[in-house]
Each structure stands twice: as C-alpha cells, then as structure tokens.
C-alpha cells in the first residue's frame, strides 16, 4: 500500500516529512467560521503577502514529488539479472578470449571463431535496449498525474483578486474561486455559494457515476471522501455553480497526492510475470545441468591433456598438455552453447508481439508483453463497475404515467443501454397516440433540460455522447423514444438526433430557469407556448414534488385532487423502481403561477425578475403543482456482460466488482449480470470498501476465498489496493480494472492492470498493462482466451527449442564421451540455435487455439512449464538426436554403405571404429595412409595423413550439422500438440509452420551451397546420396515421438490426478 494509504479520505499526515508541515486537521466536520478561525484567515480579505511567505516555508510549493527513477546504468545492469542472459554472457567471454588466444593462428579459423561471441554480444546488447526502453516507460502514470494539476487559480490576497496565479503557488489559507469550468488547484473547504448549486465532476477520483452536489454544512469527521460533500479535491472539475473555498491541503498532502505516492510504491514492488519465473527456474536448472556436463566431459578427457607416472606408489612426472587443454575447453563452451537455447528470448518475444496483434483485433491493446501470458493465468477479475460492466450512459428503464383513475397508474418498459435514440423502444407503446398525460410528460423531459445528444464522430455508426448532465441526456433520449402525437410533425429545418425535443421547445418558449438545489431537490423553468399562457415545468425528486403538489393529471389531461390514495400508489411505484436501484425523477407542472408572471416575458427590468433573482423564493413559487409521472433511470449494464461473467465462471475465473458507487445500485447491477445469482442471498459476498477493512486479518482473506462472485461497493484507492495484495499474497493471478486515477494505484499493482481506452484517464493508462479500446469487460475475457492460447503455443515451441538443445548437448557430450574428434563447432550451433530453429518455433506461436480452452481452470501460476513425462519424452528424444548426429559421423568415417545407400562416391577412406576414437595417437601408427576425396568442386588432399582428423574432418561435420537440421525441422511437427498424434492434428492445421520449415531449409542450403558462408561454418556442399543418408537417419524421430505421445495418452489420467495430489500437498 502506497504511503498515507491507511489514512486515505481522511486526510491524515502522509509521512514524517508531512507531519512537520502542520497538524491533522478535519475542516470537513468543523463549520466555515471555525475553519477561517484555524488557518487564521478572513474570506473576504484573504492571506497578507508575509502570511503565503512563512506558510511556503513550512508547506512548500503546491505540486508533487518527482521521484527519481533508477538511472540508465541501473537500468542496464538489471537487464543481465537474468540466470539465462548470465550463461550466455559468461559463454560469450570465454569464447572471445578463446577467440583471442587462436587468432595468431589467423586467415578463416580466425574469422569463424569471432562469429559466436560477437553474435551472442549482438543478443544480449539488443535484449537489453529492449528491456531499458519498456522499463524507462513505467514512471510515465506518474508524469501524467501531474497533467491533471490545475495550472492557475483565482485567489484573493491582501484583499485583491489574482485572476491569473500559478496553482503551484497556493498555500494552505488561501481563498479560492471557483467558476463553471474550473480544475480545481488544490484540496480545499467549501465556504460559501455564490450559485443556489455547485457539482463536481470527481469520478476519477472516488468512482462515483454522476456530478456530485456540493455544500457548506460541516459532516461527521469519519465519513469517507465520497461523504465529504462540503469538499472539493485537487484535479476534479466544477461543471455547475460558482463558490468561495478556503485551500486546506496542496502538493503531496492532498488526495491526488496520496495517489502519486501510491503509484510509486506500487510500482517499486512489481513482481516477475509467471513465465518470466518459470524461465529463470529453467535458467537455474540448466545453469546445474551444463556445469555437471562440463565436468563429466572434462574427467572424462582429462587422460588426454593430463598425465602422470607413479614412482613408489605417488603420482610424479606430471605431463600437462595446454593445447589438448584448451581444445577439451572450447569442447566445454560449445557444450555450453548447445544447452542454451539462445533463440528463446527472439521467439518469446516474437510470440507475445503476434499475441498483442490478435488481442489488438479484440479491441485489448498491449502495452507490456509479458502480460499477454500473464492473461492466460488469470484466476480473478477485479473489475469496476461504471463504464466496464456497465455503459456509463444513463438510460431511462421505467417510465411511469397517471391512468384514468387517480389512484391508478401506468407502467412502461424502456429498452436501450445508450444515448442513441435508435437504441431499443418502449414496449407496449403504440407510436404516434400520445394522450395528454404522456404529451405532458415528454413536454417537461423536453423542455426543463439543459443537456444534448450528438454523435461523437462523423461516421453514423459513431457511439452517441452527451453534453450536459447524464439524467437530463437520457430524458431527452426518451422524448425521442415516445415521439411525437400525430397532429405534430418533425421539423425538416433540424437535422439532429433530439427531433422531438426540438419540436417541443419550438412550441413552448422557455423563458426562465429555476436551478436546481439541494433543499428542494428540484429544477423548474417558465415556459410560454405559443398560445401565450405562461406554464411552469417542474422536474425532481418524486418525495419533493409530492410534497408541493395539489393535484394529479389523469390520462385524458382531466385535473384530479391528489389524495392518500393517488399519493400511495405512485409511493409504491417509486419504492418498486427503488429497490431495483433506479434513480428516480418526477414529473410536474401548474398554469397558475403568481400574478407578476402573467405579462413576464424574461425582461431583466420586469418586477417579475426580482423574484427570479432569490432562489429562497423558488419553493414559493413552485406549489401547487400538478403531479404528472415518473422515470427510472440508471447506468445500465452491458449487453455483452451477462455471457462475458458466465465465461468467466466457466472457465474457472473468479470476478468481483470494486466500485465506488453506493451499494444498492451496485448490488442491483451484480445480481442481473450474473455475479450473484437472481435468488442467492449475497449479503455475506457484499460489503463496503470501509466494512472490508474494519475485518480482522484472519477474516479478509477467508472473505476473498469465498468462491463465486464478491461486490465491494463506496471502495477507495486504498481498498482496492489492499484487496489486490490480499489476492496476489494468496497466490491468485489478479487482473485489475479501472478509468479514473482512483484506480491507477491498483492498477500498477495487479499482475495485469486493465484501463479503459474511451473513459479512461491517462494517468490510469500509463500505470495499465493493457487498454481496452471499448471500455468492454467481455473484451477481457476474449484476451484471457487468446491469453490462454498464446501460452499453450508458447509451451509447444520452448519444448521444441529445449528437446533440440538436449539433442545438441547428447551429441557434444557423446563426442567427448567416445573420444571421437569434435563433430560441430560452436558457430554451427550457435547458427541452428538462432536462425534454423528459429522459424518453426516461432511459426508455433500461430498453432490454432483449443476449441475448449475457455472451458477448462485457469493454470496455476506456479504450474511447471516442462513436467516430468515432457522432459522425459524429450531426454529420449535428445538421446536419438545425440546418437544420430554422431552416428552419422561416425558411419562416414567407417561404413562404405548404409541402408543400401553408397557413401564412398567422393573417394574418402575409411578407417576403423578403433582408429576413430584414438584419433589423438595418430602419429603414432604406422603405414597409415588417406585419399584424397571430393565435396561438390572442392578436393581435399592431406601431406599429413593426420589431418584427416581435423581438416579432413569437414564432410562428416556437414553429415552431423545436416542430420541435427532435419530432425529438429521433423522435430517441430511433433510440437504441433502436447499429446496429439500427427495423424489427429496434420501439419497443414498450421500452414505457417510448414512455411518455416521451408524457410529453415532453405538457410540451410544457403549456407552449404555458398562458398564465402561455407568457409565461415566450416562445411561443404553435400551429394544425392549423402541428403538421401541424411533423411534415413533423421525421419525415425517422427515415429519415435508417436510412439511416446501414445504412451502419454494411455498414462494421462494416472499423471494428472498424481499432480493434484503433489499440488495439494504443496498447499497445505
């Protein structure tokens, strides 16, 4: 939790350096004259010039803390804390010094032996540019939280008004004014209204759907920063209203400061994506098998470089050999190149890049890699309510109108989640017979509004957006949906969306507006229809204007007295549309207004005005009203998220809603997507963000591993962020949504941080890790899936890559082991480990998804990247790769002929087994003699029968390196699935791999039949017969891995049940 977490909303100190700045205090629950008396200032008058002196020197300037972020070299050094990149670099020195000491020897050996350091220098520079540019980018949520600060303010000083003073100059006991418009500088307290109203737009901040209402009335000093209506914090908006306020908290003491500092202690403690573990286990592992096979090949080569005779039963005369030494050391190196799969860091990368592509497709943009795997292990979703379950767009759901009785009403169903007026009807309506009543209704939805309707692009499939007040657009939207009554026509001079409202404010001239305030909880406006009668449209609370109203208008616009009975059945109407958590608004009118208004025409100078000038007079002036209906309105849910929730259920994934909105509207929404059942009493699975925290330690995490869906309504920032810790240190894998800086905290320090593309705010996009460009929860579970995908086909091909090193490393060992000379050399592996296994590999990444990958559990994030069968499986293929690659080199060397295939066309000698593996003692035997032989145009002669063994050597390498290419290409069909047959799943399903291997082969030949690159890895071309050979020896790895697969199949139940059982028993 971020500093100052467990105090935020209360305003309390953040940390030491705070607490020497000033003392606690709550000006939310002291009065405005006890809050003046405390930060010693006048409203009138405000601060003298010494008072904002000696405050700067104890509070600072008012803006946040730069962080310094860990410097360049840092940066680069953490690139190679990475067991992998440490072997390749230590391969890489050794190499090069090897490299270095042989270069005296000079013309192509020289070249050839500089090639293998200089390429894994080349990987691991570009690794690390990759990684200090992804990591250079995640202080960025922080830099776009200062763009949110206000850049001026208002401010009345040494009793003068500064229009224009830079925010960051304000001191505690600054006087502030606000206007419509406004960024708010800093924390501060309400003192008075200038306006009868002042809303805040602040959902950014604390997650609530709406503007919120503000005040002077002091409140009780535990409410939480949603309570604290006589408030306005740092980085919200005034969108209605004008007031004086009194500056209590600047810089990093206010609630957007409690965020910054939150954000940063996240980000100081993001942990290793699952895989990114998994590999360093793998790198850790491997790191202990290359250096038990590099002593083995040592001792067991040691008689060659080291020798002594013992004289009275002690070793003396030791005879130490540095050449042979240093020949069974570059051995050992290229031992150690074999086992690392150098390619797997291009490849995995590769892999998540085509990964961020599809899920681009999906409307979910990447913009960390490693989170594309970390998605196919998510096992809960965090998620936000407004604008990610639902659309945030308010949308009428019940419209309710008077019957024909009074103590009768009727009730309508409103279809549509959006502003788009197109969007859904109102059911049972019958189109164009409106009675009196209903006209009525449409007439004050139309007319006491100030919001509008537009598209938001020029494309007509563009979403539908409104200016104005979200309740006030979704009226107008339903005016739309009742239309208009026959004898009236659109008009063709208006070519906008709202056509009905239009029409009605052309029939009724609105000519003063009756603001709305908290006390009455109502909005009225004086219209003169074109009759010339003056009409007062009242909209507001149902309660309220029940209180104010005389009468009700029946469905034929017939007057009737409003008695307990008519009163009780719209009560009930508005208790049911209540429990349903709607927001409920009522309709009234009368056409008896004071005398005064009778020849009002909206002149400043009429008497009439004056009224109109004290807002203390619009409760008079709105009585005796004529109650006409209701609405119920909400911000409804998605239509997409019911089957996106039931997805997720299936699929073994868990998700709860953390929201800032209040808990019955929340739990309304949980109970029709699917979070809780539509009978489930969830009394137990549904508290506020304050109830989860007042739990004891023990009680929290039993509450979160409760199974189905959990609702935590009125959460702060330092809830959410207390429920992701609770989830991570329990061993889930949390993926978190959110849009406003509330949320950025969490964001960062989810495993996977999900912000939304339209509603989001860019401090919470650059603390995400992945944006979603529909703000839609089911594009989530859309990612999980690809997630899942992704990582199934990044499985097949770090098998492939790792079954292929074992081989490489079963060939070296078995050279060293039979003392035959060296059959590849470490350039040649360096080359299939980069550039002929890399095509397959990464063409696996395109495997197609399982059909049922969204029905089976969420993997552990611990689970084993490789299991025992797998590595198993893959010894034994590594065994066949080992001893086909030497075979063949040495069946060269000693066979005339196999399988019926003539090797000895090219006219090299043959030797005996014997003679092979004592290669060393040649100079030794006597009589011994070789041909000269043929490769392609090239003829090798030898003056020093010897060098058979060495230079000689070269067609017999090519066999090897050749054999080593074909299997691992043959190879990567049997990655095409964990355990299917090649007979159930063809190569064709990935068309894209039989490319690669094309591709592979074709670099191949490249290097084999180009004589400047066939110098470099020391081969030559090869015969008919010879590729004949080769493909003899290679293709058995096919059948050899079927028949494995099979065992596999047969076995699965056996193992899967004995994995849960070691699960289990790691657990408890």
């Not at 908006?237 to 957007?256: D, K, P």
């Not at 509008?452 to 979403?463: M, N, R």
């Not at 008497?607 to 807002?615: I, T």
């Not at 197609?848 to 029905?855: A, G, S, V, Y």
Request: with cysteine.
């Amino acid at each position: 939790m971020g500093k100052g977490g467990q105090n935020y909303g209360k305003s309390e100190i953040l940390d030491d350096k705070s607490e020497k700045k000033g003392d606690y205090y709550p000006a939310w629950s002291e009065d405005v004259k006890e809050c003046q008396e405390k930060y010693q200032v006048n409203k009138d008058y405000g601060l003298s010039a010494d008072d904002v002196s000696k405050r700067r020197e104890i509070h600072g300037f008012n803006e946040l803390e730069k962080h310094e972020g860990p410097s360049i070299l840092r940066l680069v050094l953490d690139q190679f804390n990475d067991t992998l990149v440490r072997i390749l670099l230590v391969a890489a020195v050794v190499s090069f010094v090897l490299a270095w000491c042989d270069g005296d020897e000079g013309g192509e050996m020289e070249i050839t032996a500089f090639v293998e350091p200089l390429v894994i220098f080349l990987i691991l520079i570009v690794n690390a540019i990759v990684g200090v540019w992804q990591e250079n980018n995640a202080e960025k949520a922080l830099e776009a939280l200062k763009e949110i600060q206000s850049e001026h303010a208002s401010v009345i000083r040494d009793g003068r008004k500064i229009s224009h003073l830079p925010a960051r100059e304000l001191v505690p006991g600054d006087i502030v004014e606000l206007r419509v418009g406004d960024k708010i500088p800093a924390d501060m307290r309400v003192l008075s209204l200038i306006s009868s109203t002042l809303r805040v737009e602040q959902g950014s901040l604390t997650g609530e759907s709406e503007a919120v209402s503000k005040t002077t009335k002091a409140v009780a000093e535990d409410v939480d920063i949603q309570g604290k209506k006589c408030m306005v914090f740092a980085g919200t908006t005034v969108v209605n209203g004008h007031c004086i306020c009194l500056v209590t908290q600047i810089g990093m003491s206010t609630e957007i400061g409690k965020v910054h500092s939150q954000i940063h202690e996240a980000s100081q403690s993001e942990d290793d994506t699952p895989l990114k573990k998994k590999l360093n286990e793998f790198g850790e592992v491997l790191t202990a098998i290359i250096g038990v096979i590099c002593a083995l090949v040592w001792l067991i080569n040691v008689k060659y470089f080291l020798s002594w005779e013992f004289v009275d039963g002690w070793p003396r005369n030791f005879k130490f050999s540095f050449e042979k030494c240093t020949y069974y050391f570059e051995i050992a190196v290229a031992l150690a190149v074999a086992a690392i799969p150098e390619g797997l860091p291009a490849v995995i990368t590769t892999c998540l890049a085509l990964g961020t592509r599809k899920m681009a497709a999906k409307n979910a943009l990447v913009r960390k890699l490693p989170s594309v795997e970390t998605l196919g292990c998510t096992t809960v979703i965090c998620s936000d309510k407004t604008g990610t379950l639902t659309t945030n767009q308010m949308a009428v759901a019940k419209l309710v109108a008077m019957g024909s009785e009074a103590n009768k009403v009727r009730s309508f169903d409103v279809q549509g989640t959006s502003y788009n007026p197109f969007d859904g009807k109102i059911q049972n309506w019958s189109e164009g017979q409106l009675d009196p009543n209903l006209m009525m209704i449409a007439k004050i939805a139309a007319i006491c509004n100030d919001a509008d309707v537009e598209k938001s692009g020029h494309d007509k499939s563009e979403h539908c957006v409104a200016n104005g007040m979200p309740t006030e657009a979704a009226l107008k939207v339903l005016v739309e949906k009742m239309g208009l009554p026959r004898e009236l026509s659109t008009s063709s001079e208006y070519d906008g969306l709202l056509r009905c409202s239009y029409k009605w404010n052309k029939i009724e001239q609105r000519i003063a507006t009756l603001e709305f305030d908290r006390d009455r909880k109502s909005m009225g406006v004086i219209v003169s229809s074109i009759t010339g009668k003056k009409l007062l449209l009242v909209k507001g609370a149902v309660e309220n204007l029940l209180e104010r109203s005389s009468y009700v208008q029946l469905r034929d616009g017939s007057i009737a007295e409003l008695n307990q009975s008519s009163r009780e059945v719209i009560l009930k109407s508005l208790n049911e549309m209540s429990t349903r958590a709607l927001r409920v608004l009522g309709f009234a009118y009368t056409d008896e207004l004071p005398e005064k208004f009778t020849t009002y025409n909206g002149n400043e100078d009429h008497p009439a005005h004056e009224l109109l000038m004290n807002p203390a007079n619009y409760s008079s002036i709105e009585s005796k009203l004529i109650f006409v209906g209701l609405a119920g309105l909400r911000d409804p849910p998605r239509k997409e998220v019911p089957q996106a929730i039931e997805d997720c259920r299936t699929a073994g994934i868990r998700v709860m809603v953390i929201t800032g909105d209040n808990k019955d509207t929340a739990e309304a929404i949980c109970r029709e997507i699917g979070v809780f059942g539509r009978d489930e009493t969830f009394s137990s699975r549904s508290l506020t963000g304050k109830e989860f925290m007042e739990l004891s330690a023990r009680d929290k995490e039993t509450h979160l591993a409760q199974s189905g869906g959990l609702l935590f309504s009125r959460a702060e920032p330092r809830h959410k962020q207390e429920i992701v810790r609770l989830l991570k240190d329990s061993g889930e894998v949390v993926a978190m949504t959110g849009d406003g800086v509330n949320d950025a905290p969490a964001l960062k320090l989810a495993d996977i941080g999900i912000a939304m593309g339209i509603a989001g705010t860019e401090v919470a996009k650059e603390a995400s890790d992945m944006v979603l460009a529909d703000d839609n929860f089911s594009s989530i579970v859309a990612a999980v899936g690809e997630g899942r995908s992704i990582y199934n086909n990044m499985k097949a091909f770090i098998r492939y890559m790792i079954s292929s090193n074992m081989g490489e490393v079963a060939s070296i060992f078995l050279t060293a082991a039979l003392g035959i000379p060296e059959g590849l050399i470490p350039v040649q592996l360096l080359w299939v480990n980069l550039v002929t296994d890399g095509p397959p590999a990464t063409a696996l990444g395109f495997n197609p998804p399982d059909k049922d990958i969204m029905k089976k559990p969420p993997r552990r994030s611990d689970d084993s990247l490789i299991s025992p069968w797998i590595l198993f499986r893959y010894l034994v293929i590594g065994s066949y790769v080992g001893l086909a690659t030497v075979g063949i080199f040495i069946i060269w060397y000693t066979h005339s002929s196999f399988l019926g295939i003539n090797l000895v066309g090219d006219g090299h000698s043959l030797v005996t087994y014997s003679q092979l593996a004592n290669w060393g003692q040649c100079h030794t035997w006597q009589n011994f003699s070789v041909s000269p032989f043929t490769a392609g145009a090239l003829e090798f002669k030898f003056d020093d029968p010897c060098d058979y063994f060495h230079e000689g050597k070269v067609k017999a390498m090519t066999l090897s390196l050749s054999v080593l290419v074909a299997i691992e290409m043959f190879n990567s069909l049997n990655a095409l699935s964990e355990d299917g047959s090649l007979v159930s799943m063809p190569p064709w399903v990935n068309p894209w791999l039989l490319l690669a291997m094309s591709v592979s082969f074709g670099l191949h030949f490249l290097i084999l039949y180009v004589p400047f690159l066939a110098r470099v890895f020391g081969i030559v071309p090869l015969s008919l017969n010879e590729w004949l050979l080769v493909l003899a020896v290679a293709l058995p790895v096919i059948l050899i891995d079927e028949i494995l697969k099979f065992v596999g199949r047969c076995t699965s139940g056996i193992r899967t049940s004995s994995a849960r059982r070691s699960s289990k028993h790691k657990a408890e």
